[in-house]
């Protein structure tokens, strides 16, 4: 296990790679105006993202349709190339349904190394998926952040492919079906731009992006076996979501994701939220209902499990079906990762970053190495879940290109501890 200090060299490292991105993301505009940038529609009134044709029979990872887009910052556009896919995928429930992805090809040629990138989006409104942001859209720090990084890695000639891996109902935090989506974003991405399933590809992603990361590399041996997956790096990675939860209770910057987590849920499992919630409950998932990660997340401060449910229920963890739900999706039960691993989260307190748990990180990493996976686990200690995202991210980059250049697998396999339990909760 590598405890990641954090000294005046790797601080100077990270900010290099950070404005490197930044710069790179800026270099890229050419001072183009506002004005040459095209008007588009938010997704809630684009007709692009409805496909209303039967999906049965259609394979997965299907390119429905596709557009041009721009790839641009607020008021500013880039020569960067970039395609909307709308493709065929597979729900939570193994149904057949569609979501969109962006490929965005590098201004230098090369050989192709395709990325997936997953954004952490963490969405209940489609105004916040990174099809739309990425036109010039962003209206918030992380997204524009985010495409920073994005920058950064056309600049070095990846082909980067961005799902709203979400899906069309803005499913925040669902597992399977966020693995499914970026899988088959990578098969739609292929079949775009002519490439064979052989083409070497990689994914990462923080925090909600974590959760396409890690479920896709879970499921990919056995969902999608054609593809030439060579590593996952997944950071601030939400293990088990009941620990998350009882972790965020009652906290000032991320009770907000409590009710917000019960209106993904009740969109996915058809939760019948009047039989458990209280009037608060009730009046504040509503609330939630059309908003996003930095609208949410703090916007009930001090808000509690236990506030959120009537008699007789104490916490969300008590109502059976909610449980049930949550144990769905915990991580390390889709299959076992075919490739190497990095998995890192950020410790600020005795539990975690803020947000994740870190002995849930540990513990996951421990059960992959127990299966034979190659596992570069990182903890960054003294920085909480925004501070760890650079961290994350320059180790990523570090990792990312050692896949790609063929280096052996590093693992940090013999020291890592057991971690917590993740077992699932009762639903008795």
């Not at 809630?44 to 887009?69: N, W």
């Amino acid at each position: 296990m590598r405890t990641i200090p954090f000294g005046s060299g790797a601080r100077s490292r990270i900010t290099r790679a950070l404005v490197t991105a930044a710069l790179l993301l800026g270099g890229c505009t050419a001072a183009i105006p506002a004005a040459a940038q095209p008007e588009w529609p938010p997704p809630s009134e684009d007709p692009f993202y409805t496909y209303d044709r039967p999906l049965t029979g259609i394979a997965p990872g299907t390119v429905l349709r596709s557009r041009p887009a721009p790839f641009a910052i607020p008021k500013l556009s880039t020569p960067i190339t970039s395609t909307q896919v709308l493709y065929r995928t597979t729900d939570q429930q193994n149904t057949p349904t569609a979501t969109v992805t962006t490929v965005l090809r590098p201004l230098v040629p090369g050989p192709t190394r395709l990325l997936s990138y997953h954004a952490a989006y963490d969405a209940l409104a489609s105004r916040c998926n990174p099809s739309y942001t990425l036109t010039g859209h962003a209206d918030n720090a992380g997204a524009v952040i985010e495409q920073a990084v994005i920058a950064g890695y056309l600049a070095a000639g990846y082909t980067v492919v961005v799902p709203d891996y979400e899906g069309p109902d803005l499913e925040w935090t669902i597992g399977r079906q966020s693995g499914y989506a970026a899988l088959d974003g990578i098969r739609a991405a292929e079949q775009i731009l002519g490439l064979p399933a052989s083409t070497p590809v990689a994914m990462s992603g923080y925090s909600g992006g974590a959760v396409p990361t890690e479920w896709a590399a879970e499921l990919a041996s056995h969902y999608a076996p054609e593809l030439a997956l060579i590593g996952a790096a997944a950071g601030g990675v939400p293990v088990h979501l009941a620990h998350n939860l009882s972790y965020v209770s009652g906290s000032a910057g991320w009770a907000g994701a409590i009710p917000a987590a019960v209106v993904a849920y009740r969109r996915t499992y058809e939760l019948d939220t009047d039989a458990f919630l209280s009037e608060r409950g009730a009046q504040a998932a509503d609330a939630v209902e059309t908003l996003c990660l930095g609208q949410f997340a703090g916007r009930y401060p001090g808000l509690t499990d236990a506030e959120m449910v009537r008699a007789p229920y104490n916490s969300l963890l008590d109502v059976p079906e909610a449980a049930a739900a949550i144990n769905d999706n915990i991580m390390g039960t889709a299959g076992t990762p075919a490739v190497p691993l990095l998995l890192a989260v950020g410790q600020s307190d005795p539990i975690g970053d803020s947000v994740m748990v870190t002995r849930d990180v540990e513990a996951l990493a421990h059960g992959y190495c127990a299966r034979g996976v190659p596992v570069t686990y990182a903890r960054y200690d003294h920085h909480d879940h925004m501070a760890a995202f650079a961290r994350f991210q320059a180790q990523a980059a570090q990792f990312l290109t050692e896949r790609f250049h063929n280096a052996p697998p590093t693992t940090d396999c013999a020291s890592i501890g057991p971690g917590n339990s993740l077992a699932p909760i009762s639903t008795g």
